[in-house]
Each structure stands twice: as C-alpha cells, then as structure tokens.
C-alpha cells in the first residue's frame, strides 16, 4: 500500500481543522468590526444591557415585557417581603388594606361552574334591589357567564368597578320560572377588618381581627367600647390566621391598652433612623385584663401588637410561635401605575427585638419554614420549638420576664393545635370542600324553613336535630369519597361541627358562626382560664 494513500485521512482531518481555524479568525474579526464597543458608564449598567438587547439581539422583543419580568427577579433577593406590585394588580392589592372598594355587594362561591351568591352585603348596592342569598348569576351585560372558565378573578374583574357605573347581572332564583334582571349601579363597599365580637359570660369580652387595614382601629375601637358598655371588663383578642397590614392600625389599636410614656414599638434601617412609637396616656382600655390569641399565620403588625402587650406584661400571649415578620415595607408608587413595596427598616419590640426570622437561606428555605416546623413537631410540642441561635441577648419584658426574639413571638401559654377528630377522611371531605359545599346545598334547599328560627339557640337546635353527617356522608360518595366507618366514627362531630356552623354562617352571619366554632377552641378555652386566674402579671 502506498504511504500516500495511508496518510490521506490524516491529511485531510488537518486541514479540515485548520478551515475551522481560519473560518473562526475571520469570523471574530468581521464581527469585531460589526460590534460597536460600548463603555458602561458605572451604575448605568442595567439601562446598557437593555439598549445592547434591543439593539443586537437576534429576536425582536418589547423591553418593556422584558422589565416587568426583571424587576420581580430583582427584589425578590432583597429580601422575602420586598415586591413589585404590577400595574394591573395595584387597585385590588390596595383595597384589601384601604377598607372599601367599589362593587355590588355581594360575597359569591363559584359550585358547578355557577356563581352563587352566599350573602349580601347589609346596605349594599345588592340588598336594596332585592338580590338574595342562593341566588346564582347566569348573565352579565346580557352574556352567559357560566361555565368552567369562569374563576374568581373573572367574576371579580366583572363585578367590581367605578364608583357609579352599572352592570347588569341575569339571577336564577330558586322557585322563580324566569330569569330576573338587575341593573346595579357600583357603590362603596366596605372590607371589614373585625369578623366578630360578642360576650363570653357576663364579664369577657372577645374579638377577631382578620387585618389591619384603614378602619381597623375604628372598627376594633368600637367593638371594645360596645362590649365595655354591655359589661365587658376583660377583654380577647384573637389574632390567629391575621398576616398583618398597615403599622399605624397596629400602634393606635395598642395604644389603647398602655399607660403613658410605655414604648409600643421602634423601627430602625439603614436609611432609616430610628422612630419610636410611645403611648400617649389616652387609652380607654389602660385597666382591662388583655389576652391575645396567636399561632404560627399571625404576622407582622399582629406580631408588634402581640410583642407590645407582652413585654409591657399587660397580658399574656396565647397559643403557637407566631410567624417571625419583623421587617417594614413601604409602597412607591411608578411612574406607569406600578409600586414596589420596598421593605425600609426592622422593626423592634419594646424590650429590643426584633422576631424576623432568617432568611439567608434562600426563599424555598424561607417560604418552608412552617411546614417545618410541622414536620419537627413544634405545633404539637413546646419542647420541640427551635428558634434563631444565633441571637442569644436576653430580652426582659417590664417586669423582668425573660422573652425571646429571633424567629416571632414565643407564646407565654403555649396550646397545641387540636387533632381531635381529624382523620384521612375528614381531611380529605374538608381540604376538598365538600364540607362547605353541602352545608351551602342543604342551607339553599331549606332556606325559608331556616329563616323561621330568629336567633342562634332556635337554629342550632333545630340543626341539632337534623341527620347532617349520614346525609353528607351520602354527598360525598356521590362525589367519589368512599366511607369508613372507622374513621367516620372517629370524626363524626367534627363533621357535623364544622357543617352546622357553615349552615350558621350562612343564615346568621359571622358572629353567629364564631360563636359556635369557638365553643370547643382549646386556646380560647386556655386563655380564658388565665383570665379566671386573680393572678396578676410578674
């Protein structure tokens, strides 16, 4: 065989490496001259990469879909409460804090892709044309709005609106042949931030704040002073499940409760210097017995709220280690109707701390702390509470009692969460909300038989009576939940707890509802125990 002939494959994988070469030294030097170089001018480097983009980039894109994208990604490593709030969600985001917005006045609950109204709002747009409970919206405008694609955020955007404007909604009304028609002219509604208050006995007074928004102390103001007027002289104030709101609603509500020159709260940032919020002397509440409800969802301004009563021992703090919010936002609002909300400054209970939790971990670490914490048995066990190791100050309240920051507030009377009852079947019928929705069901097929009993004993006897867990036992084969008669047993009066007090709430209201479902809370009942106490606070 000829040499030339044994070196051919080697000669031409050669050269086709040196054409490579060659071909990329070309090409580098044409695009050296294609590229224009740039000098980023420093802190200006966001804007050059945007205009490098727009300019050379192989496909055409609006930058201004490309900020929005890149804004999120940016605050989200500032920290876990900094957030840019789109333009298109400002208005609905604000109205869950402001106290009203503007609508028609219903509540609603999509069932069989069907909006159904569960109740109208007392004063409401709704009410004064005759709209009722059980009614279900077919039409909006004259379209047909039924179906699987209708969701909340759909029935929302179609709902609400300007102050003044109208819409017309098509009701199907039990009992009516033909379809109703409303014209409804959008008014102020109001978003609540107490969901009930009532007496406990003769002398307890107890009241469930959901938020703290623009009304919140008015509302809680007045719920006090009625429940004072009527004999009240301790006072609850559950703030279980409250992720918090606006720091101002916090320190006017706490006010009340403190005597003159006691330290409310203290805030404190790098840009930020430090702004106490000191009691003025003027609350109407500086004498009543106080216990405040908390579990691991109280946050942020119910986490000041909680930390003030607690290291002034005014009162104790109920129930599970709250949440670890420990940091101020303020909104700023952008030039295209866009805000952020910049988190500005930490804020500190008065005996110093600040109950942040860490978050250096990263957002899923941060965002999996209260799974965790179920996971270690801490909602079931105090000894099994874990907090920050790292601060190891010693906090002392007023008196000298020894608190802890570092990761939310430590309750000063621990309760477990209460298990009795739950079983796989249970929690798969309410995680479902099978349980909501046949007590809706059974509520809309006896409503004018449940509207004969007046008051709250009349109904819950008469629901006392009635064979609710067989007949949604039933229900919910009929969904394809198979019973057990095991774990039926088990979570029989829980069941029927949980579905009497949805009928409640539906006929009666939120008191009503609270009423019922606070009757075998294992923290209330602990707390009011320590108010049965004649102890005072050291």
């Known amino acids: 065989m000829k040499k030339s002939v044994v070196y051919m494959p080697i000669f031409f994988a050669l050269a086709v490496i040196v054409g490579i070469f060659i071909g990329k030294t070309l090409s580098d030097k044409k695009s050296s001259h294609q590229v224009k170089q740039e000098t980023v001018v420093k802190g200006d480097k966001i804007n050059a990469l945007l205009n490098l983009i727009s300019a050379k980039y192989v496909d055409s894109l609006s930058s201004d879909s490309l900020i929005e994208k890149a804004i999120p990604k940016i605050v989200s490593n500032l920290d876990p409460h900094s957030v840019y709030i789109p333009a298109s969600e400002l208005q609905t985001v604000n109205e869950e804090l402001e106290g009203s917005f503007s609508g028609i006045g219903v509540q609603f609950n999509i069932q069989r892709d069907t909006v159904m109204i569960v109740s109208v709002i007392s004063g409401g747009p709704s009410e004064k044309l005759g709209v009722l409970p059980g009614d279900r919206i077919v039409t909006v405008n004259d379209s047909t709005f039924v179906g699987k694609e209708i969701t909340n955020e759909k029935v929302v955007n179609k709902l609400r609106g300007p102050k003044g404007t109208k819409v017309k909604v098509g009701i199907k009304r039990n009992g009516a042949k033909d379809l109703l028609s409303f014209e409804i002219v959008r008014g102020d509604i109001p978003v609540n931030s107490i969901d009930a208050y009532y007496k406990i006995g003769s002398d307890i007074g107890y009241v469930k704040v959901n938020r703290f928004g623009g009304s919140t102390y008015e509302e809680f103001f007045k719920a006090l002073m009625a429940m004072k007027e009527s004999g009240a002289e301790k006072f609850i104030v559950d703030l279980r499940g409250n992720s918090g709101g606006y720091l101002d609603a916090a320190i006017s509500m706490i006010n009340e409760f403190l005597g003159k020159g006691d330290m409310i709260v203290y805030t404190e940032g790098n840009a930020n210097s430090?702004?106490?919020?000191?009691?003025?002397?003027?609350?109407?509440?500086?004498?009543?017995?106080?216990?405040?409800?908390?579990?691991?969802?109280?946050?942020?301004?119910?986490?000041?709220?909680?930390?003030?009563?607690?290291?002034?021992?005014?009162?104790?703090?109920?129930?599970?280690?709250?949440?670890?919010?420990?940091?101020?936002?303020?909104?700023?609002?952008?030039?295209?109707?866009?805000?952020?909300?910049?988190?500005?400054?930490?804020?500190?209970?008065?005996?110093?701390?600040?109950?942040?939790?860490?978050?250096?971990?990263?957002?899923?670490?941060?965002?999996?702390?209260?799974?965790?914490?179920?996971?270690?048995?801490?909602?079931?066990?105090?000894?099994?509470?874990?907090?920050?190791?790292?601060?190891?100050?010693?906090?002392?309240?007023?008196?000298?009692?020894?608190?802890?920051?570092?990761?939310?507030?430590?309750?000063?009377?621990?309760?477990?969460?209460?298990?009795?009852?739950?079983?796989?079947?249970?929690?798969?019928?309410?995680?479902?909300?099978?349980?909501?929705?046949?007590?809706?069901?059974?509520?809309?097929?006896?409503?004018?038989?449940?509207?004969?009993?007046?008051?709250?004993?009349?109904?819950?006897?008469?629901?006392?009576?009635?064979?609710?867990?067989?007949?949604?036992?039933?229900?919910?084969?009929?969904?394809?939940?198979?019973?057990?008669?095991?774990?039926?047993?088990?979570?029989?009066?829980?069941?029927?707890?949980?579905?009497?007090?949805?009928?409640?709430?539906?006929?009666?209201?939120?008191?009503?509802?609270?009423?019922?479902?606070?009757?075998?809370?294992?923290?209330?009942?602990?707390?009011?125990?320590?108010?049965?106490?004649?102890?005072?606070?050291?």
């Open 274 to 538: 430090r702004t106490d919020a000191i009691a003025d002397g003027n609350g109407r509440f500086k004498t009543n017995r106080v216990m405040v409800l908390i579990d691991e969802w109280s946050a942020s301004a119910s986490e000041i709220f909680a930390g003030a009563i607690q290291d002034n021992d005014r009162g104790l703090i109920v129930g599970r280690r709250s949440f670890g919010k420990g940091l101020v936002q303020q909104q700023f609002p952008l030039l295209d109707g866009s805000a952020l909300r910049l988190t500005i400054a930490r804020y500190y209970t008065p005996s110093g701390r600040c109950i942040q939790k860490p978050y250096g971990n990263g957002e899923e670490s941060y965002e999996s702390d209260i799974y965790n914490r179920y996971i270690h048995g801490e909602l079931d066990a105090k000894d099994s509470i874990h907090v920050n190791k790292s601060d190891t100050t010693i906090y002392r309240t007023k008196h000298g009692r020894v608190v802890y920051g570092g990761g939310g507030i430590m309750p000063d009377v621990f309760v477990p969460r209460d298990t009795t009852g739950m079983t796989s079947y249970f929690n798969k019928v309410n995680n479902s909300g099978m349980i909501y929705e046949y007590s809706f069901n059974y509520t809309d097929s006896n409503r004018e038989k449940l509207k004969s009993y007046k008051n709250l004993n009349e109904l819950e006897a008469f629901l006392d009576g009635e064979d609710l867990v067989s007949n949604f036992v039933v229900f919910a084969e009929g969904k394809g939940v198979k019973r057990n008669p095991n774990l039926l047993n088990k979570s029989r009066s829980l069941i029927k707890m949980k579905i009497k007090t949805y009928i409640i709430r539906n006929m009666l209201g939120d008191t009503a509802f609270y009423q019922i479902l606070n009757r075998d809370d294992v923290t209330l009942k602990a707390a009011l125990f320590q108010l049965s106490s004649k102890n005072e606070i050291k």
